[in-house]
């Protein structure tokens, strides 16, 4: 049901039909079209009384964030793109509604699993994934608005994550991670409401840029953030694959 609204924020889709979608990290973006109604108006006599705006073109950039313990993970996009008028137009109707209940984020199956090296699953707090597109205008002083269009001038993919902090003999020594400039594979999910509500992200090779350590209710923590790039050894693998099943 969001799926333009990815599409908008850089990604490839690939529908297998009753089975699954899935979206790819793609260097370009498919504009799409943003418009809601209000209404209606106090003056009930008055014909059409609703108001239609709309924005046309629109890029944008999407957040994966997964907040509180059994919450369900969100997305939060923003969008820019060209300004139109808004119009009076006519009562749209009731809409029709998303009515899929969201997952919680428990048993979410987290991993890293180094590049020549075994798997760890870390004890994780809260993780964003953040697609980091740099939206800009291109302008044109020949249009009322003084812009012609949006593009995706560049992207930096950022994941950020509150991990526990462990013993230093444990699998995972993540401040050695950080020096040895390792990388490797960064998984979330399946996340399973059944099928149809099953979600998953994979980044094919994820570097540790950075990890500094907090006091999480009394337990030792770290901030990490992490860098989703292009696996050099398949340049058509995607810096980050989501998909839903």
């Not at 109604?37 to 997964?66: E, F, H, S």
């Amino acid at each position: 049901d969001y799926g333009d609204a990815l599409l908008a924020c850089g990604t490839s889709e690939t529908i297998v039909g009753g089975t699954s979608v899935t979206y790819k990290l793609t260097s370009t973006a498919t504009t799409a079209t943003i418009w809601f109604y209000t209404g209606p108006a106090a003056d009930l006599t008055t014909q059409p009384n609703w108001k239609l705006y709309k924005m046309r073109g629109c890029i944008g950039n999407v957040k994966y964030v997964v907040g509180g313990n059994g919450e369900p993970a969100m997305w939060e996009f923003e969008f820019q793109g060209t300004y139109v008028t808004p119009v009076d137009v006519s009562d749209p109707g009731d809409p029709t509604l998303l009515e899929v209940v969201p997952e919680p984020i428990l048993a979410a199956g987290l991993s890293w699993t180094k590049n020549g090296g075994s798997t760890h699953a870390p004890r994780f707090k809260s993780m964003m994934f953040d697609f980091g597109n740099n939206v800009v205008a291109r302008k044109d002083l020949n249009q009322t608005s003084g812009i012609v269009a949006f593009i995706m001038e560049d992207r930096t993919p950022n994941v950020t994550m509150q991990i526990e902090e462990e013993l230093a003999s444990a699998s995972a020594n993540w401040w050695d991670t950080v020096e040895d400039n390792d990388f490797g594979v960064l998984e979330i999910g399946p996340i399973s409401g059944g099928a149809g509500n099953i979600h998953a992200i994979s980044f094919s090779r994820a570097s540790l840029k950075s990890v500094s350590m907090t006091d999480a209710d009394g337990v030792i923590s770290l901030d990490t953030e992490w860098t989703p790039a292009i696996n050099v050894a398949s340049l058509s693998t995607a810096a980050a694959t989501i998909s839903f099943t």
